[in-house]
C-alpha cells in the first residue's frame, strides 16, 4: 500500500487557536475507552501541542474516571492541568457521557469541580479522532486505495474495536468540522444465505444484532463460535489454548494472517467483507467524497488482510453508486493516540 507525501494536511476547524494566552495553556487530555483509557498532559501555545506526560490504564481496573485521573496527577512530578478533554466511548449530552460499553457515568460539572479546572470539555471518542486527524503527519497514514486525492468534501472515519465507533467530518469550502454519530448500533443488513444463519445465531445471544455485533473485537470472536459449529474433528489445540489464555480476536486475526486454521481465515474473510459493507454504507449517508479514514485498534494490526481479502471490492458492492464510490479515497490511521491529541487539540483549541 502507498502512503502519503509530506504534505498532506487537513484543515479541521480549531477556532481557539488565535484565542489561546500567550504562555500556553496546560491541557489533561483523556481517551476513554471500554478496555483501556490513554491519560496525557500537554502544553498547547497557538503553535503547537507539547507532549508533557502520558500514562495507559485499563479502564475495568477503575469504577470511575475521576479516580484515574486523580491517580495520573498525584503521580510523582504531576502538574495540575488548566482544562479537561475526555473523549469517551459513548454519546455526551449537556455534559454528560455513559460510556456504552463500561458502564461508567461522567459528569463534566462534577469533574471541574473535583479538580478546580477552568473547563471540561468532553466529546465522542470518534469525534476526538477526527480533531486528531489535523495532527496527523504523513508516516501516520496509509492509502488503502488513492482514490481522487484532491477531491473535497465531507469525510467519514469508522473505527472497530471494544465497540463499533463512527464520526463525520463536514466540509464547509474551507475547514473540516467534526460531529459524533453512533451509527455502530444501527441494524446489520444480512445479504447471503450464511448472512442470515449469523444473524439468526447472533439474535440468539443479543437480539438486536446491530453492526457492532460484526464490525468489533468481540464480534470476531462470535463469528468464529458461529463458523466453529460445522468444524469437522473440532479446533486443534494450539488454538484452543489461544483463544482461552489470550485476546481472542487478536489469535483468530494471527491464525488468518500465516493461514494456519481454515474457520479462523474464513472468520476473517467475513469480518473483512462486513467492514467493508458498512464502510461504503457510512460513505454513502454522509457522501463522504473527501475521504474514508479506517481507525480503532483493529483496522492497523490487519492491515495485510484488508488487502488480501479483498476490501476494496466488497467496498464497491453496493447499489448503483460504484461511480461516486471508486473515487473515494480510502485512509488507514496507524497512530493508536490520534483520539488523545484530537481531545487535547479540542480542550485547547476548540469552541467551549
Given amino acids: 500500500m502507498p502512503v502519503f507525501n509530506d504534505s498532506f494536511s487537513i484543515p479541521v476547524s480549531l477556532p481557539g487557536k488565535s484565542t489561546l494566552p500567550l504562555n500556553g495553556l496546560k491541557i489533561l487530555a483523556g481517551d476513554i475507552g471500554g478496555t483501556k483509557t490513554n491519560l496525557a498532559l500537554f502544553h498547547a501555545t497557538r503553535n503547537k501541542l507539547e507532549l508533557i506526560d502520558e500514562t495507559r490504564y485499563s479502564s475495568t481496573e477503575y469504577d470511575s474516571v475521576k479516580f484515574m485521573i486523580r491517580?495520573?496527577?498525584?503521580?510523582?512530578?504531576?502538574?495540575?492541568?488548566?482544562r479537561i478533554c475526555l473523549g469517551v466511548a459513548g454519546p455526551v449530552i449537556d455534559g454528560k457521557a455513559e460510556l456504552t460499553n463500561l458502564h461508567w457515568e461522567i459528569d463534566s460539572d462534577e469533574l471541574m469541580k473535583m479538580f478546580k479546572v477552568e473547563n471540561v470539555?468532553?466529546?465522542?471518542?470518534?469525534?476526538?479522532?477526527?480533531?486528531?486527524?489535523?495532527?496527523?503527519g504523513a508516516e501516520e497514514l496509509m492509502i488503502i486505495r488513492e482514490g481522487?486525492?484532491?477531491?473535497?468534501?465531507?469525510?467519514?472515519?469508522?473505527?472497530?474495536?471494544?465497540?463499533?465507533?463512527?464520526?463525520g467530518l463536514f466540509w464547509d469550502g474551507k475547514y473540516y468540522h467534526p460531529f459524533p454519530t453512533e451509527g455502530g448500533h444501527c441494524d446489520f443488513s444480512p445479504r447471503t444465505e450464511e448472512d442470515f444463519r449469523l444473524t439468526r445465531f447472533l439474535q440468539k445471544l443479543y437480539g438486536i444484532v446491530s453492526w457492532e455485533k460484526l464490525v468489533s473485537g468481540p464480534a470476531i470472536f462470535d463469528i468464529y463460535k458461529f463458523l466453529d459449529q460445522s468444524r469437522a474433528g473440532g479446533a486443534p489445540e494450539w488454538l484452543l489454548e489461544g483463544l482461552k489464555n489470550e485476546d481472542p480476536s487478536v489469535v483468530i486475526s494471527q491464525a488468518a494472517e500465516e493461514e494456519s486454521d481454515e474457520v479462523c481465515i474464513h472468520t476473517m474473510e467475513l469480518f473483512v467483507r462486513y467492514l467493508?459493507?458498512?464502510?461504503?454504507?457510512?460513505?454513502?449517508?454522509?457522501?463522504?467524497?473527501?475521504?474514508?479514514?479506517?481507525?480503532?485498534?483493529?483496522p492497523p494490526k490487519i492491515s495485510v488482510l484488508l488487502e488480501r481479502y479483498n476490501f476494496f471490492d466488497h467496498f464497491m458492492d453496493c447499489d448503483r453508486m460504484q461511480n461516486l464510490l471508486e473515487e473515494v479515497p480510502l485512509y488507514l490511521i496507524k497512530d493508536d493516540k490520534t483520539g488523545l491529541n484530537g481531545a487535547a487539540s479540542f480542550g485547547a483549541y476548540g469552541i467551549h
Avoid at 470539555?121 to 496527523?136: F, K, R, T
Fill in 71 to 82: 491517580d495520573f496527577l498525584d503521580r510523582p512530578g504531576g502538574v495540575e492541568p488548566d
Fill in 276 to 298: 467493508a459493507r458498512e464502510s461504503s454504507n457510512l460513505v454513502l449517508k454522509m457522501k463522504a467524497t473527501g475521504g474514508l479514514f479506517l481507525g480503532g485498534g483493529i
Fill in 148 to 167: 481522487n486525492p484532491l477531491a473535497r468534501g465531507n469525510m467519514a472515519i469508522l473505527a472497530p474495536g471494544t465497540g463499533l465507533g463512527q464520526a
Fill in 121 to 136: 470539555s468532553m466529546i465522542n471518542d470518534l469525534e476526538a479522532v477526527a480533531y486528531g486527524l489535523s495532527n496527523l
